[in-house]
């Protein structure tokens, strides 16, 4: 079973810039969140998809959006790119419903110079 | 928003030692997750805890939730080069997941 995929790997963005990083989820998880880890942080939630809806979202600006498609797979947009914006965002995925544990994907690294 | 308290933050080991880490919160959770991150990857789910009280083990790893649901720990035994990484504790109260700022493990051949 392959497990949560994110793409691109790698992405480096100059200050200003908008970012577009995808994920698809395990098959079978209708859920995905979306996190933010910083260099030597924990991670940041920054967003929950289910069913196609916005569930919920961290502390983060409003230049951070995204949406989920109609196959569960997910978009996460970072407009107006900052310095600190520079990080890990990992995706992961879970079946519906309260406590089911999150998979997560190995990430992009968003770099902004 | 509110993270866990999880200890210690860093952990220089011996191979063969065993390890304890532990993650505590003022809030109360239904679950209790840990993970482990290594370099350039994403978390990788080790052990979930469902009940209070509950003691689980995933090979040389156990974990336990906490009686009061506030607490969980992570004993590794036996350790070996491979445990390095960073190890995450996360709670989860419906679909609020919260983590815990991490344990770097470091393990001497």
């Known amino acids: 079973e392959a497990g949560v995929t994110q793409s691109p790997t790698h992405l480096i963005k100059t200050r200003g810039q908008q970012a577009t990083l995808r994920c698809s989820p395990i098959?079978?998880?209708?859920?995905v969140y979306w996190y933010q880890q910083a260099l030597g942080l924990g991670l940041q939630f920054l967003l929950w998809?289910?069913?196609?809806?916005?569930?919920n979202r961290g502390n983060f600006p409003p230049r951070f959006s995204g949406r989920q498609f109609p196959n569960y797979s997910s978009e996460l947009n970072v407009n107006a790119l900052e310095l600190e914006d520079s990080a890990l965002y990992l995706c992961?995925?879970?079946?519906?419903?309260?406590?089911?544990?999150?998979?997560f994907g190995d990430g992009t690294r968003l770099s902004i110079l | 928003g509110q993270q866990l308290n999880q200890s210690p933050q860093s952990m220089f080991i011996q191979e063969g030692e065993d390890v304890s880490m532990n993650c505590t919160s003022s809030?109360?959770?239904?679950?209790w997750l840990w993970y482990k991150q290594d370099p350039g990857e994403g978390p990788v789910l080790l052990i979930a805890?469902?009940?209070?009280?509950e003691l689980t083990s995933n090979g040389r790893l156990t974990a336990q939730f906490g009686i009061t649901r506030k607490d969980s720990f992570l004993n590794i035994s036996a350790s070996i080069p491979s445990d390095v990484g960073i190890y995450f504790c996360?709670?989860?109260?419906?679909?609020?997941?919260?983590f815990g700022a991490g344990t770097r493990l470091t393990v001497k051949p």
């Open positions: 998809y289910d069913e196609g809806e916005e569930r």
């Open positions: 992961a995925s879970s079946f519906r419903g309260g406590n089911q544990p999150q998979h």
């Open positions: 098959s079978g998880h209708t859920s």
């Open positions: 805890l469902y009940k209070a009280g």
């Open positions: 996360a709670g989860q109260r419906g679909n609020d997941m919260r």
């Open positions: 809030s109360i959770f239904n679950t």
